[in-house]
């Protein structure tokens, strides 16, 4: 079975600072990792993903993550928070094949002060 | 392109009704997912459909049914309401053949409400 943990239901960083995202995921196959951002009253658009070769993932919008199969994280990063940054992010687990079925962490919600 | 269509947006129920959910998929894709989203939780997967054949379903009880038509749009039919099936439900269309590495693209998503 898959499952996915976000550590941190909510994180609130200044405007300008360092975002940071927990992700930890665990997975009895190689895992396909996933991040989405949901705005309010939008559904899920994809930010990332990594599937297989560079551990090292940009995204868009500034994002990045690196998959680190030791600690079995999936850790999100952006150097310097904007206000438009504001969202909830979720982290998601897929296996290599089959059906296209994602599971996803309970989010984590991003508040930029200003 | 167009993406992700769902209707209706918001919907009240109540208790023991039946509701049925639409969705229509981004022009090109043949492969429909569901996933319910309830508050401050991350979505749960439902179910999908490839080609009109359901492929792969989630821990959700049989009152829980869909179907995918030969356009590719889906609905999402869900009988005997419960309260705890007030939430927000997303359908994701995708393409190509199937893999855990293709990308879902979401609609908004209908919010039930059940009294």
């Known amino acids: 079975a898959q499952s996915v943990t976000q550590l941190g239901s909510h994180v609130s960083v200044s405007e300008g600072a360092l975002v940071l995202l927990r992700c930890n995921y665990s997975?009895?196959?190689?895992?396909?990792l996933f991040w989405y951002v949901q705005y309010p009253n939008q559904g899920l658009q994809l930010l990332l993903k990594y599937t297989t070769g560079a551990t090292l993932v940009k995204g868009i919008n500034g994002f990045e993550a690196e998959f680190k199969k030791s600690e079995t994280s999936f850790h999100l990063t952006k150097p310097s928070a904007h206000m438009s940054d504001a969202a909830e992010y979720f982290c998601a687990v897929n296996k290599a094949q089959g059906a296209q079925k994602l599971v996803f962490g309970q989010g984590t919600r991003l508040t930029i002060n200003p | 392109e167009t993406g992700v269509t769902q209707s209706p947006t918001h919907l009240i129920k109540t208790r023991g009704q039946q509701v049925t959910l639409r969705c229509s998929s981004q022009?090109?894709?043949?492969?429909v997912s569901w996933y319910q989203q309830a508050l401050g939780q991350g979505p749960q997967f439902i179910f999908q459909?490839?080609?009109?054949?359901?492929?792969g379903r989630g821990n959700f009880p049989p009152r829980f049914s869909g179907l995918q038509f030969p356009n590719y749009s889906s609905e999402l039919n869900v009988n005997a309401l419960e309260l705890d099936d007030s939430a927000l439900y997303l359908c994701?269309?995708?393409?190509?053949?199937?893999?855990?590495?293709?990308?879902?693209?979401f609609g908004a998503g209908s919010r039930l409400t059940v009294l």
């Open positions: 994701a269309s995708s393409t190509g053949q199937l893999s855990g590495a293709n990308v879902l693209t």
């Open positions: 997975s009895s196959v190689p895992p396909y």
């Open positions: 022009s090109g894709h043949n492969t």
């Open positions: 459909y490839y080609r009109e054949e359901e492929n």
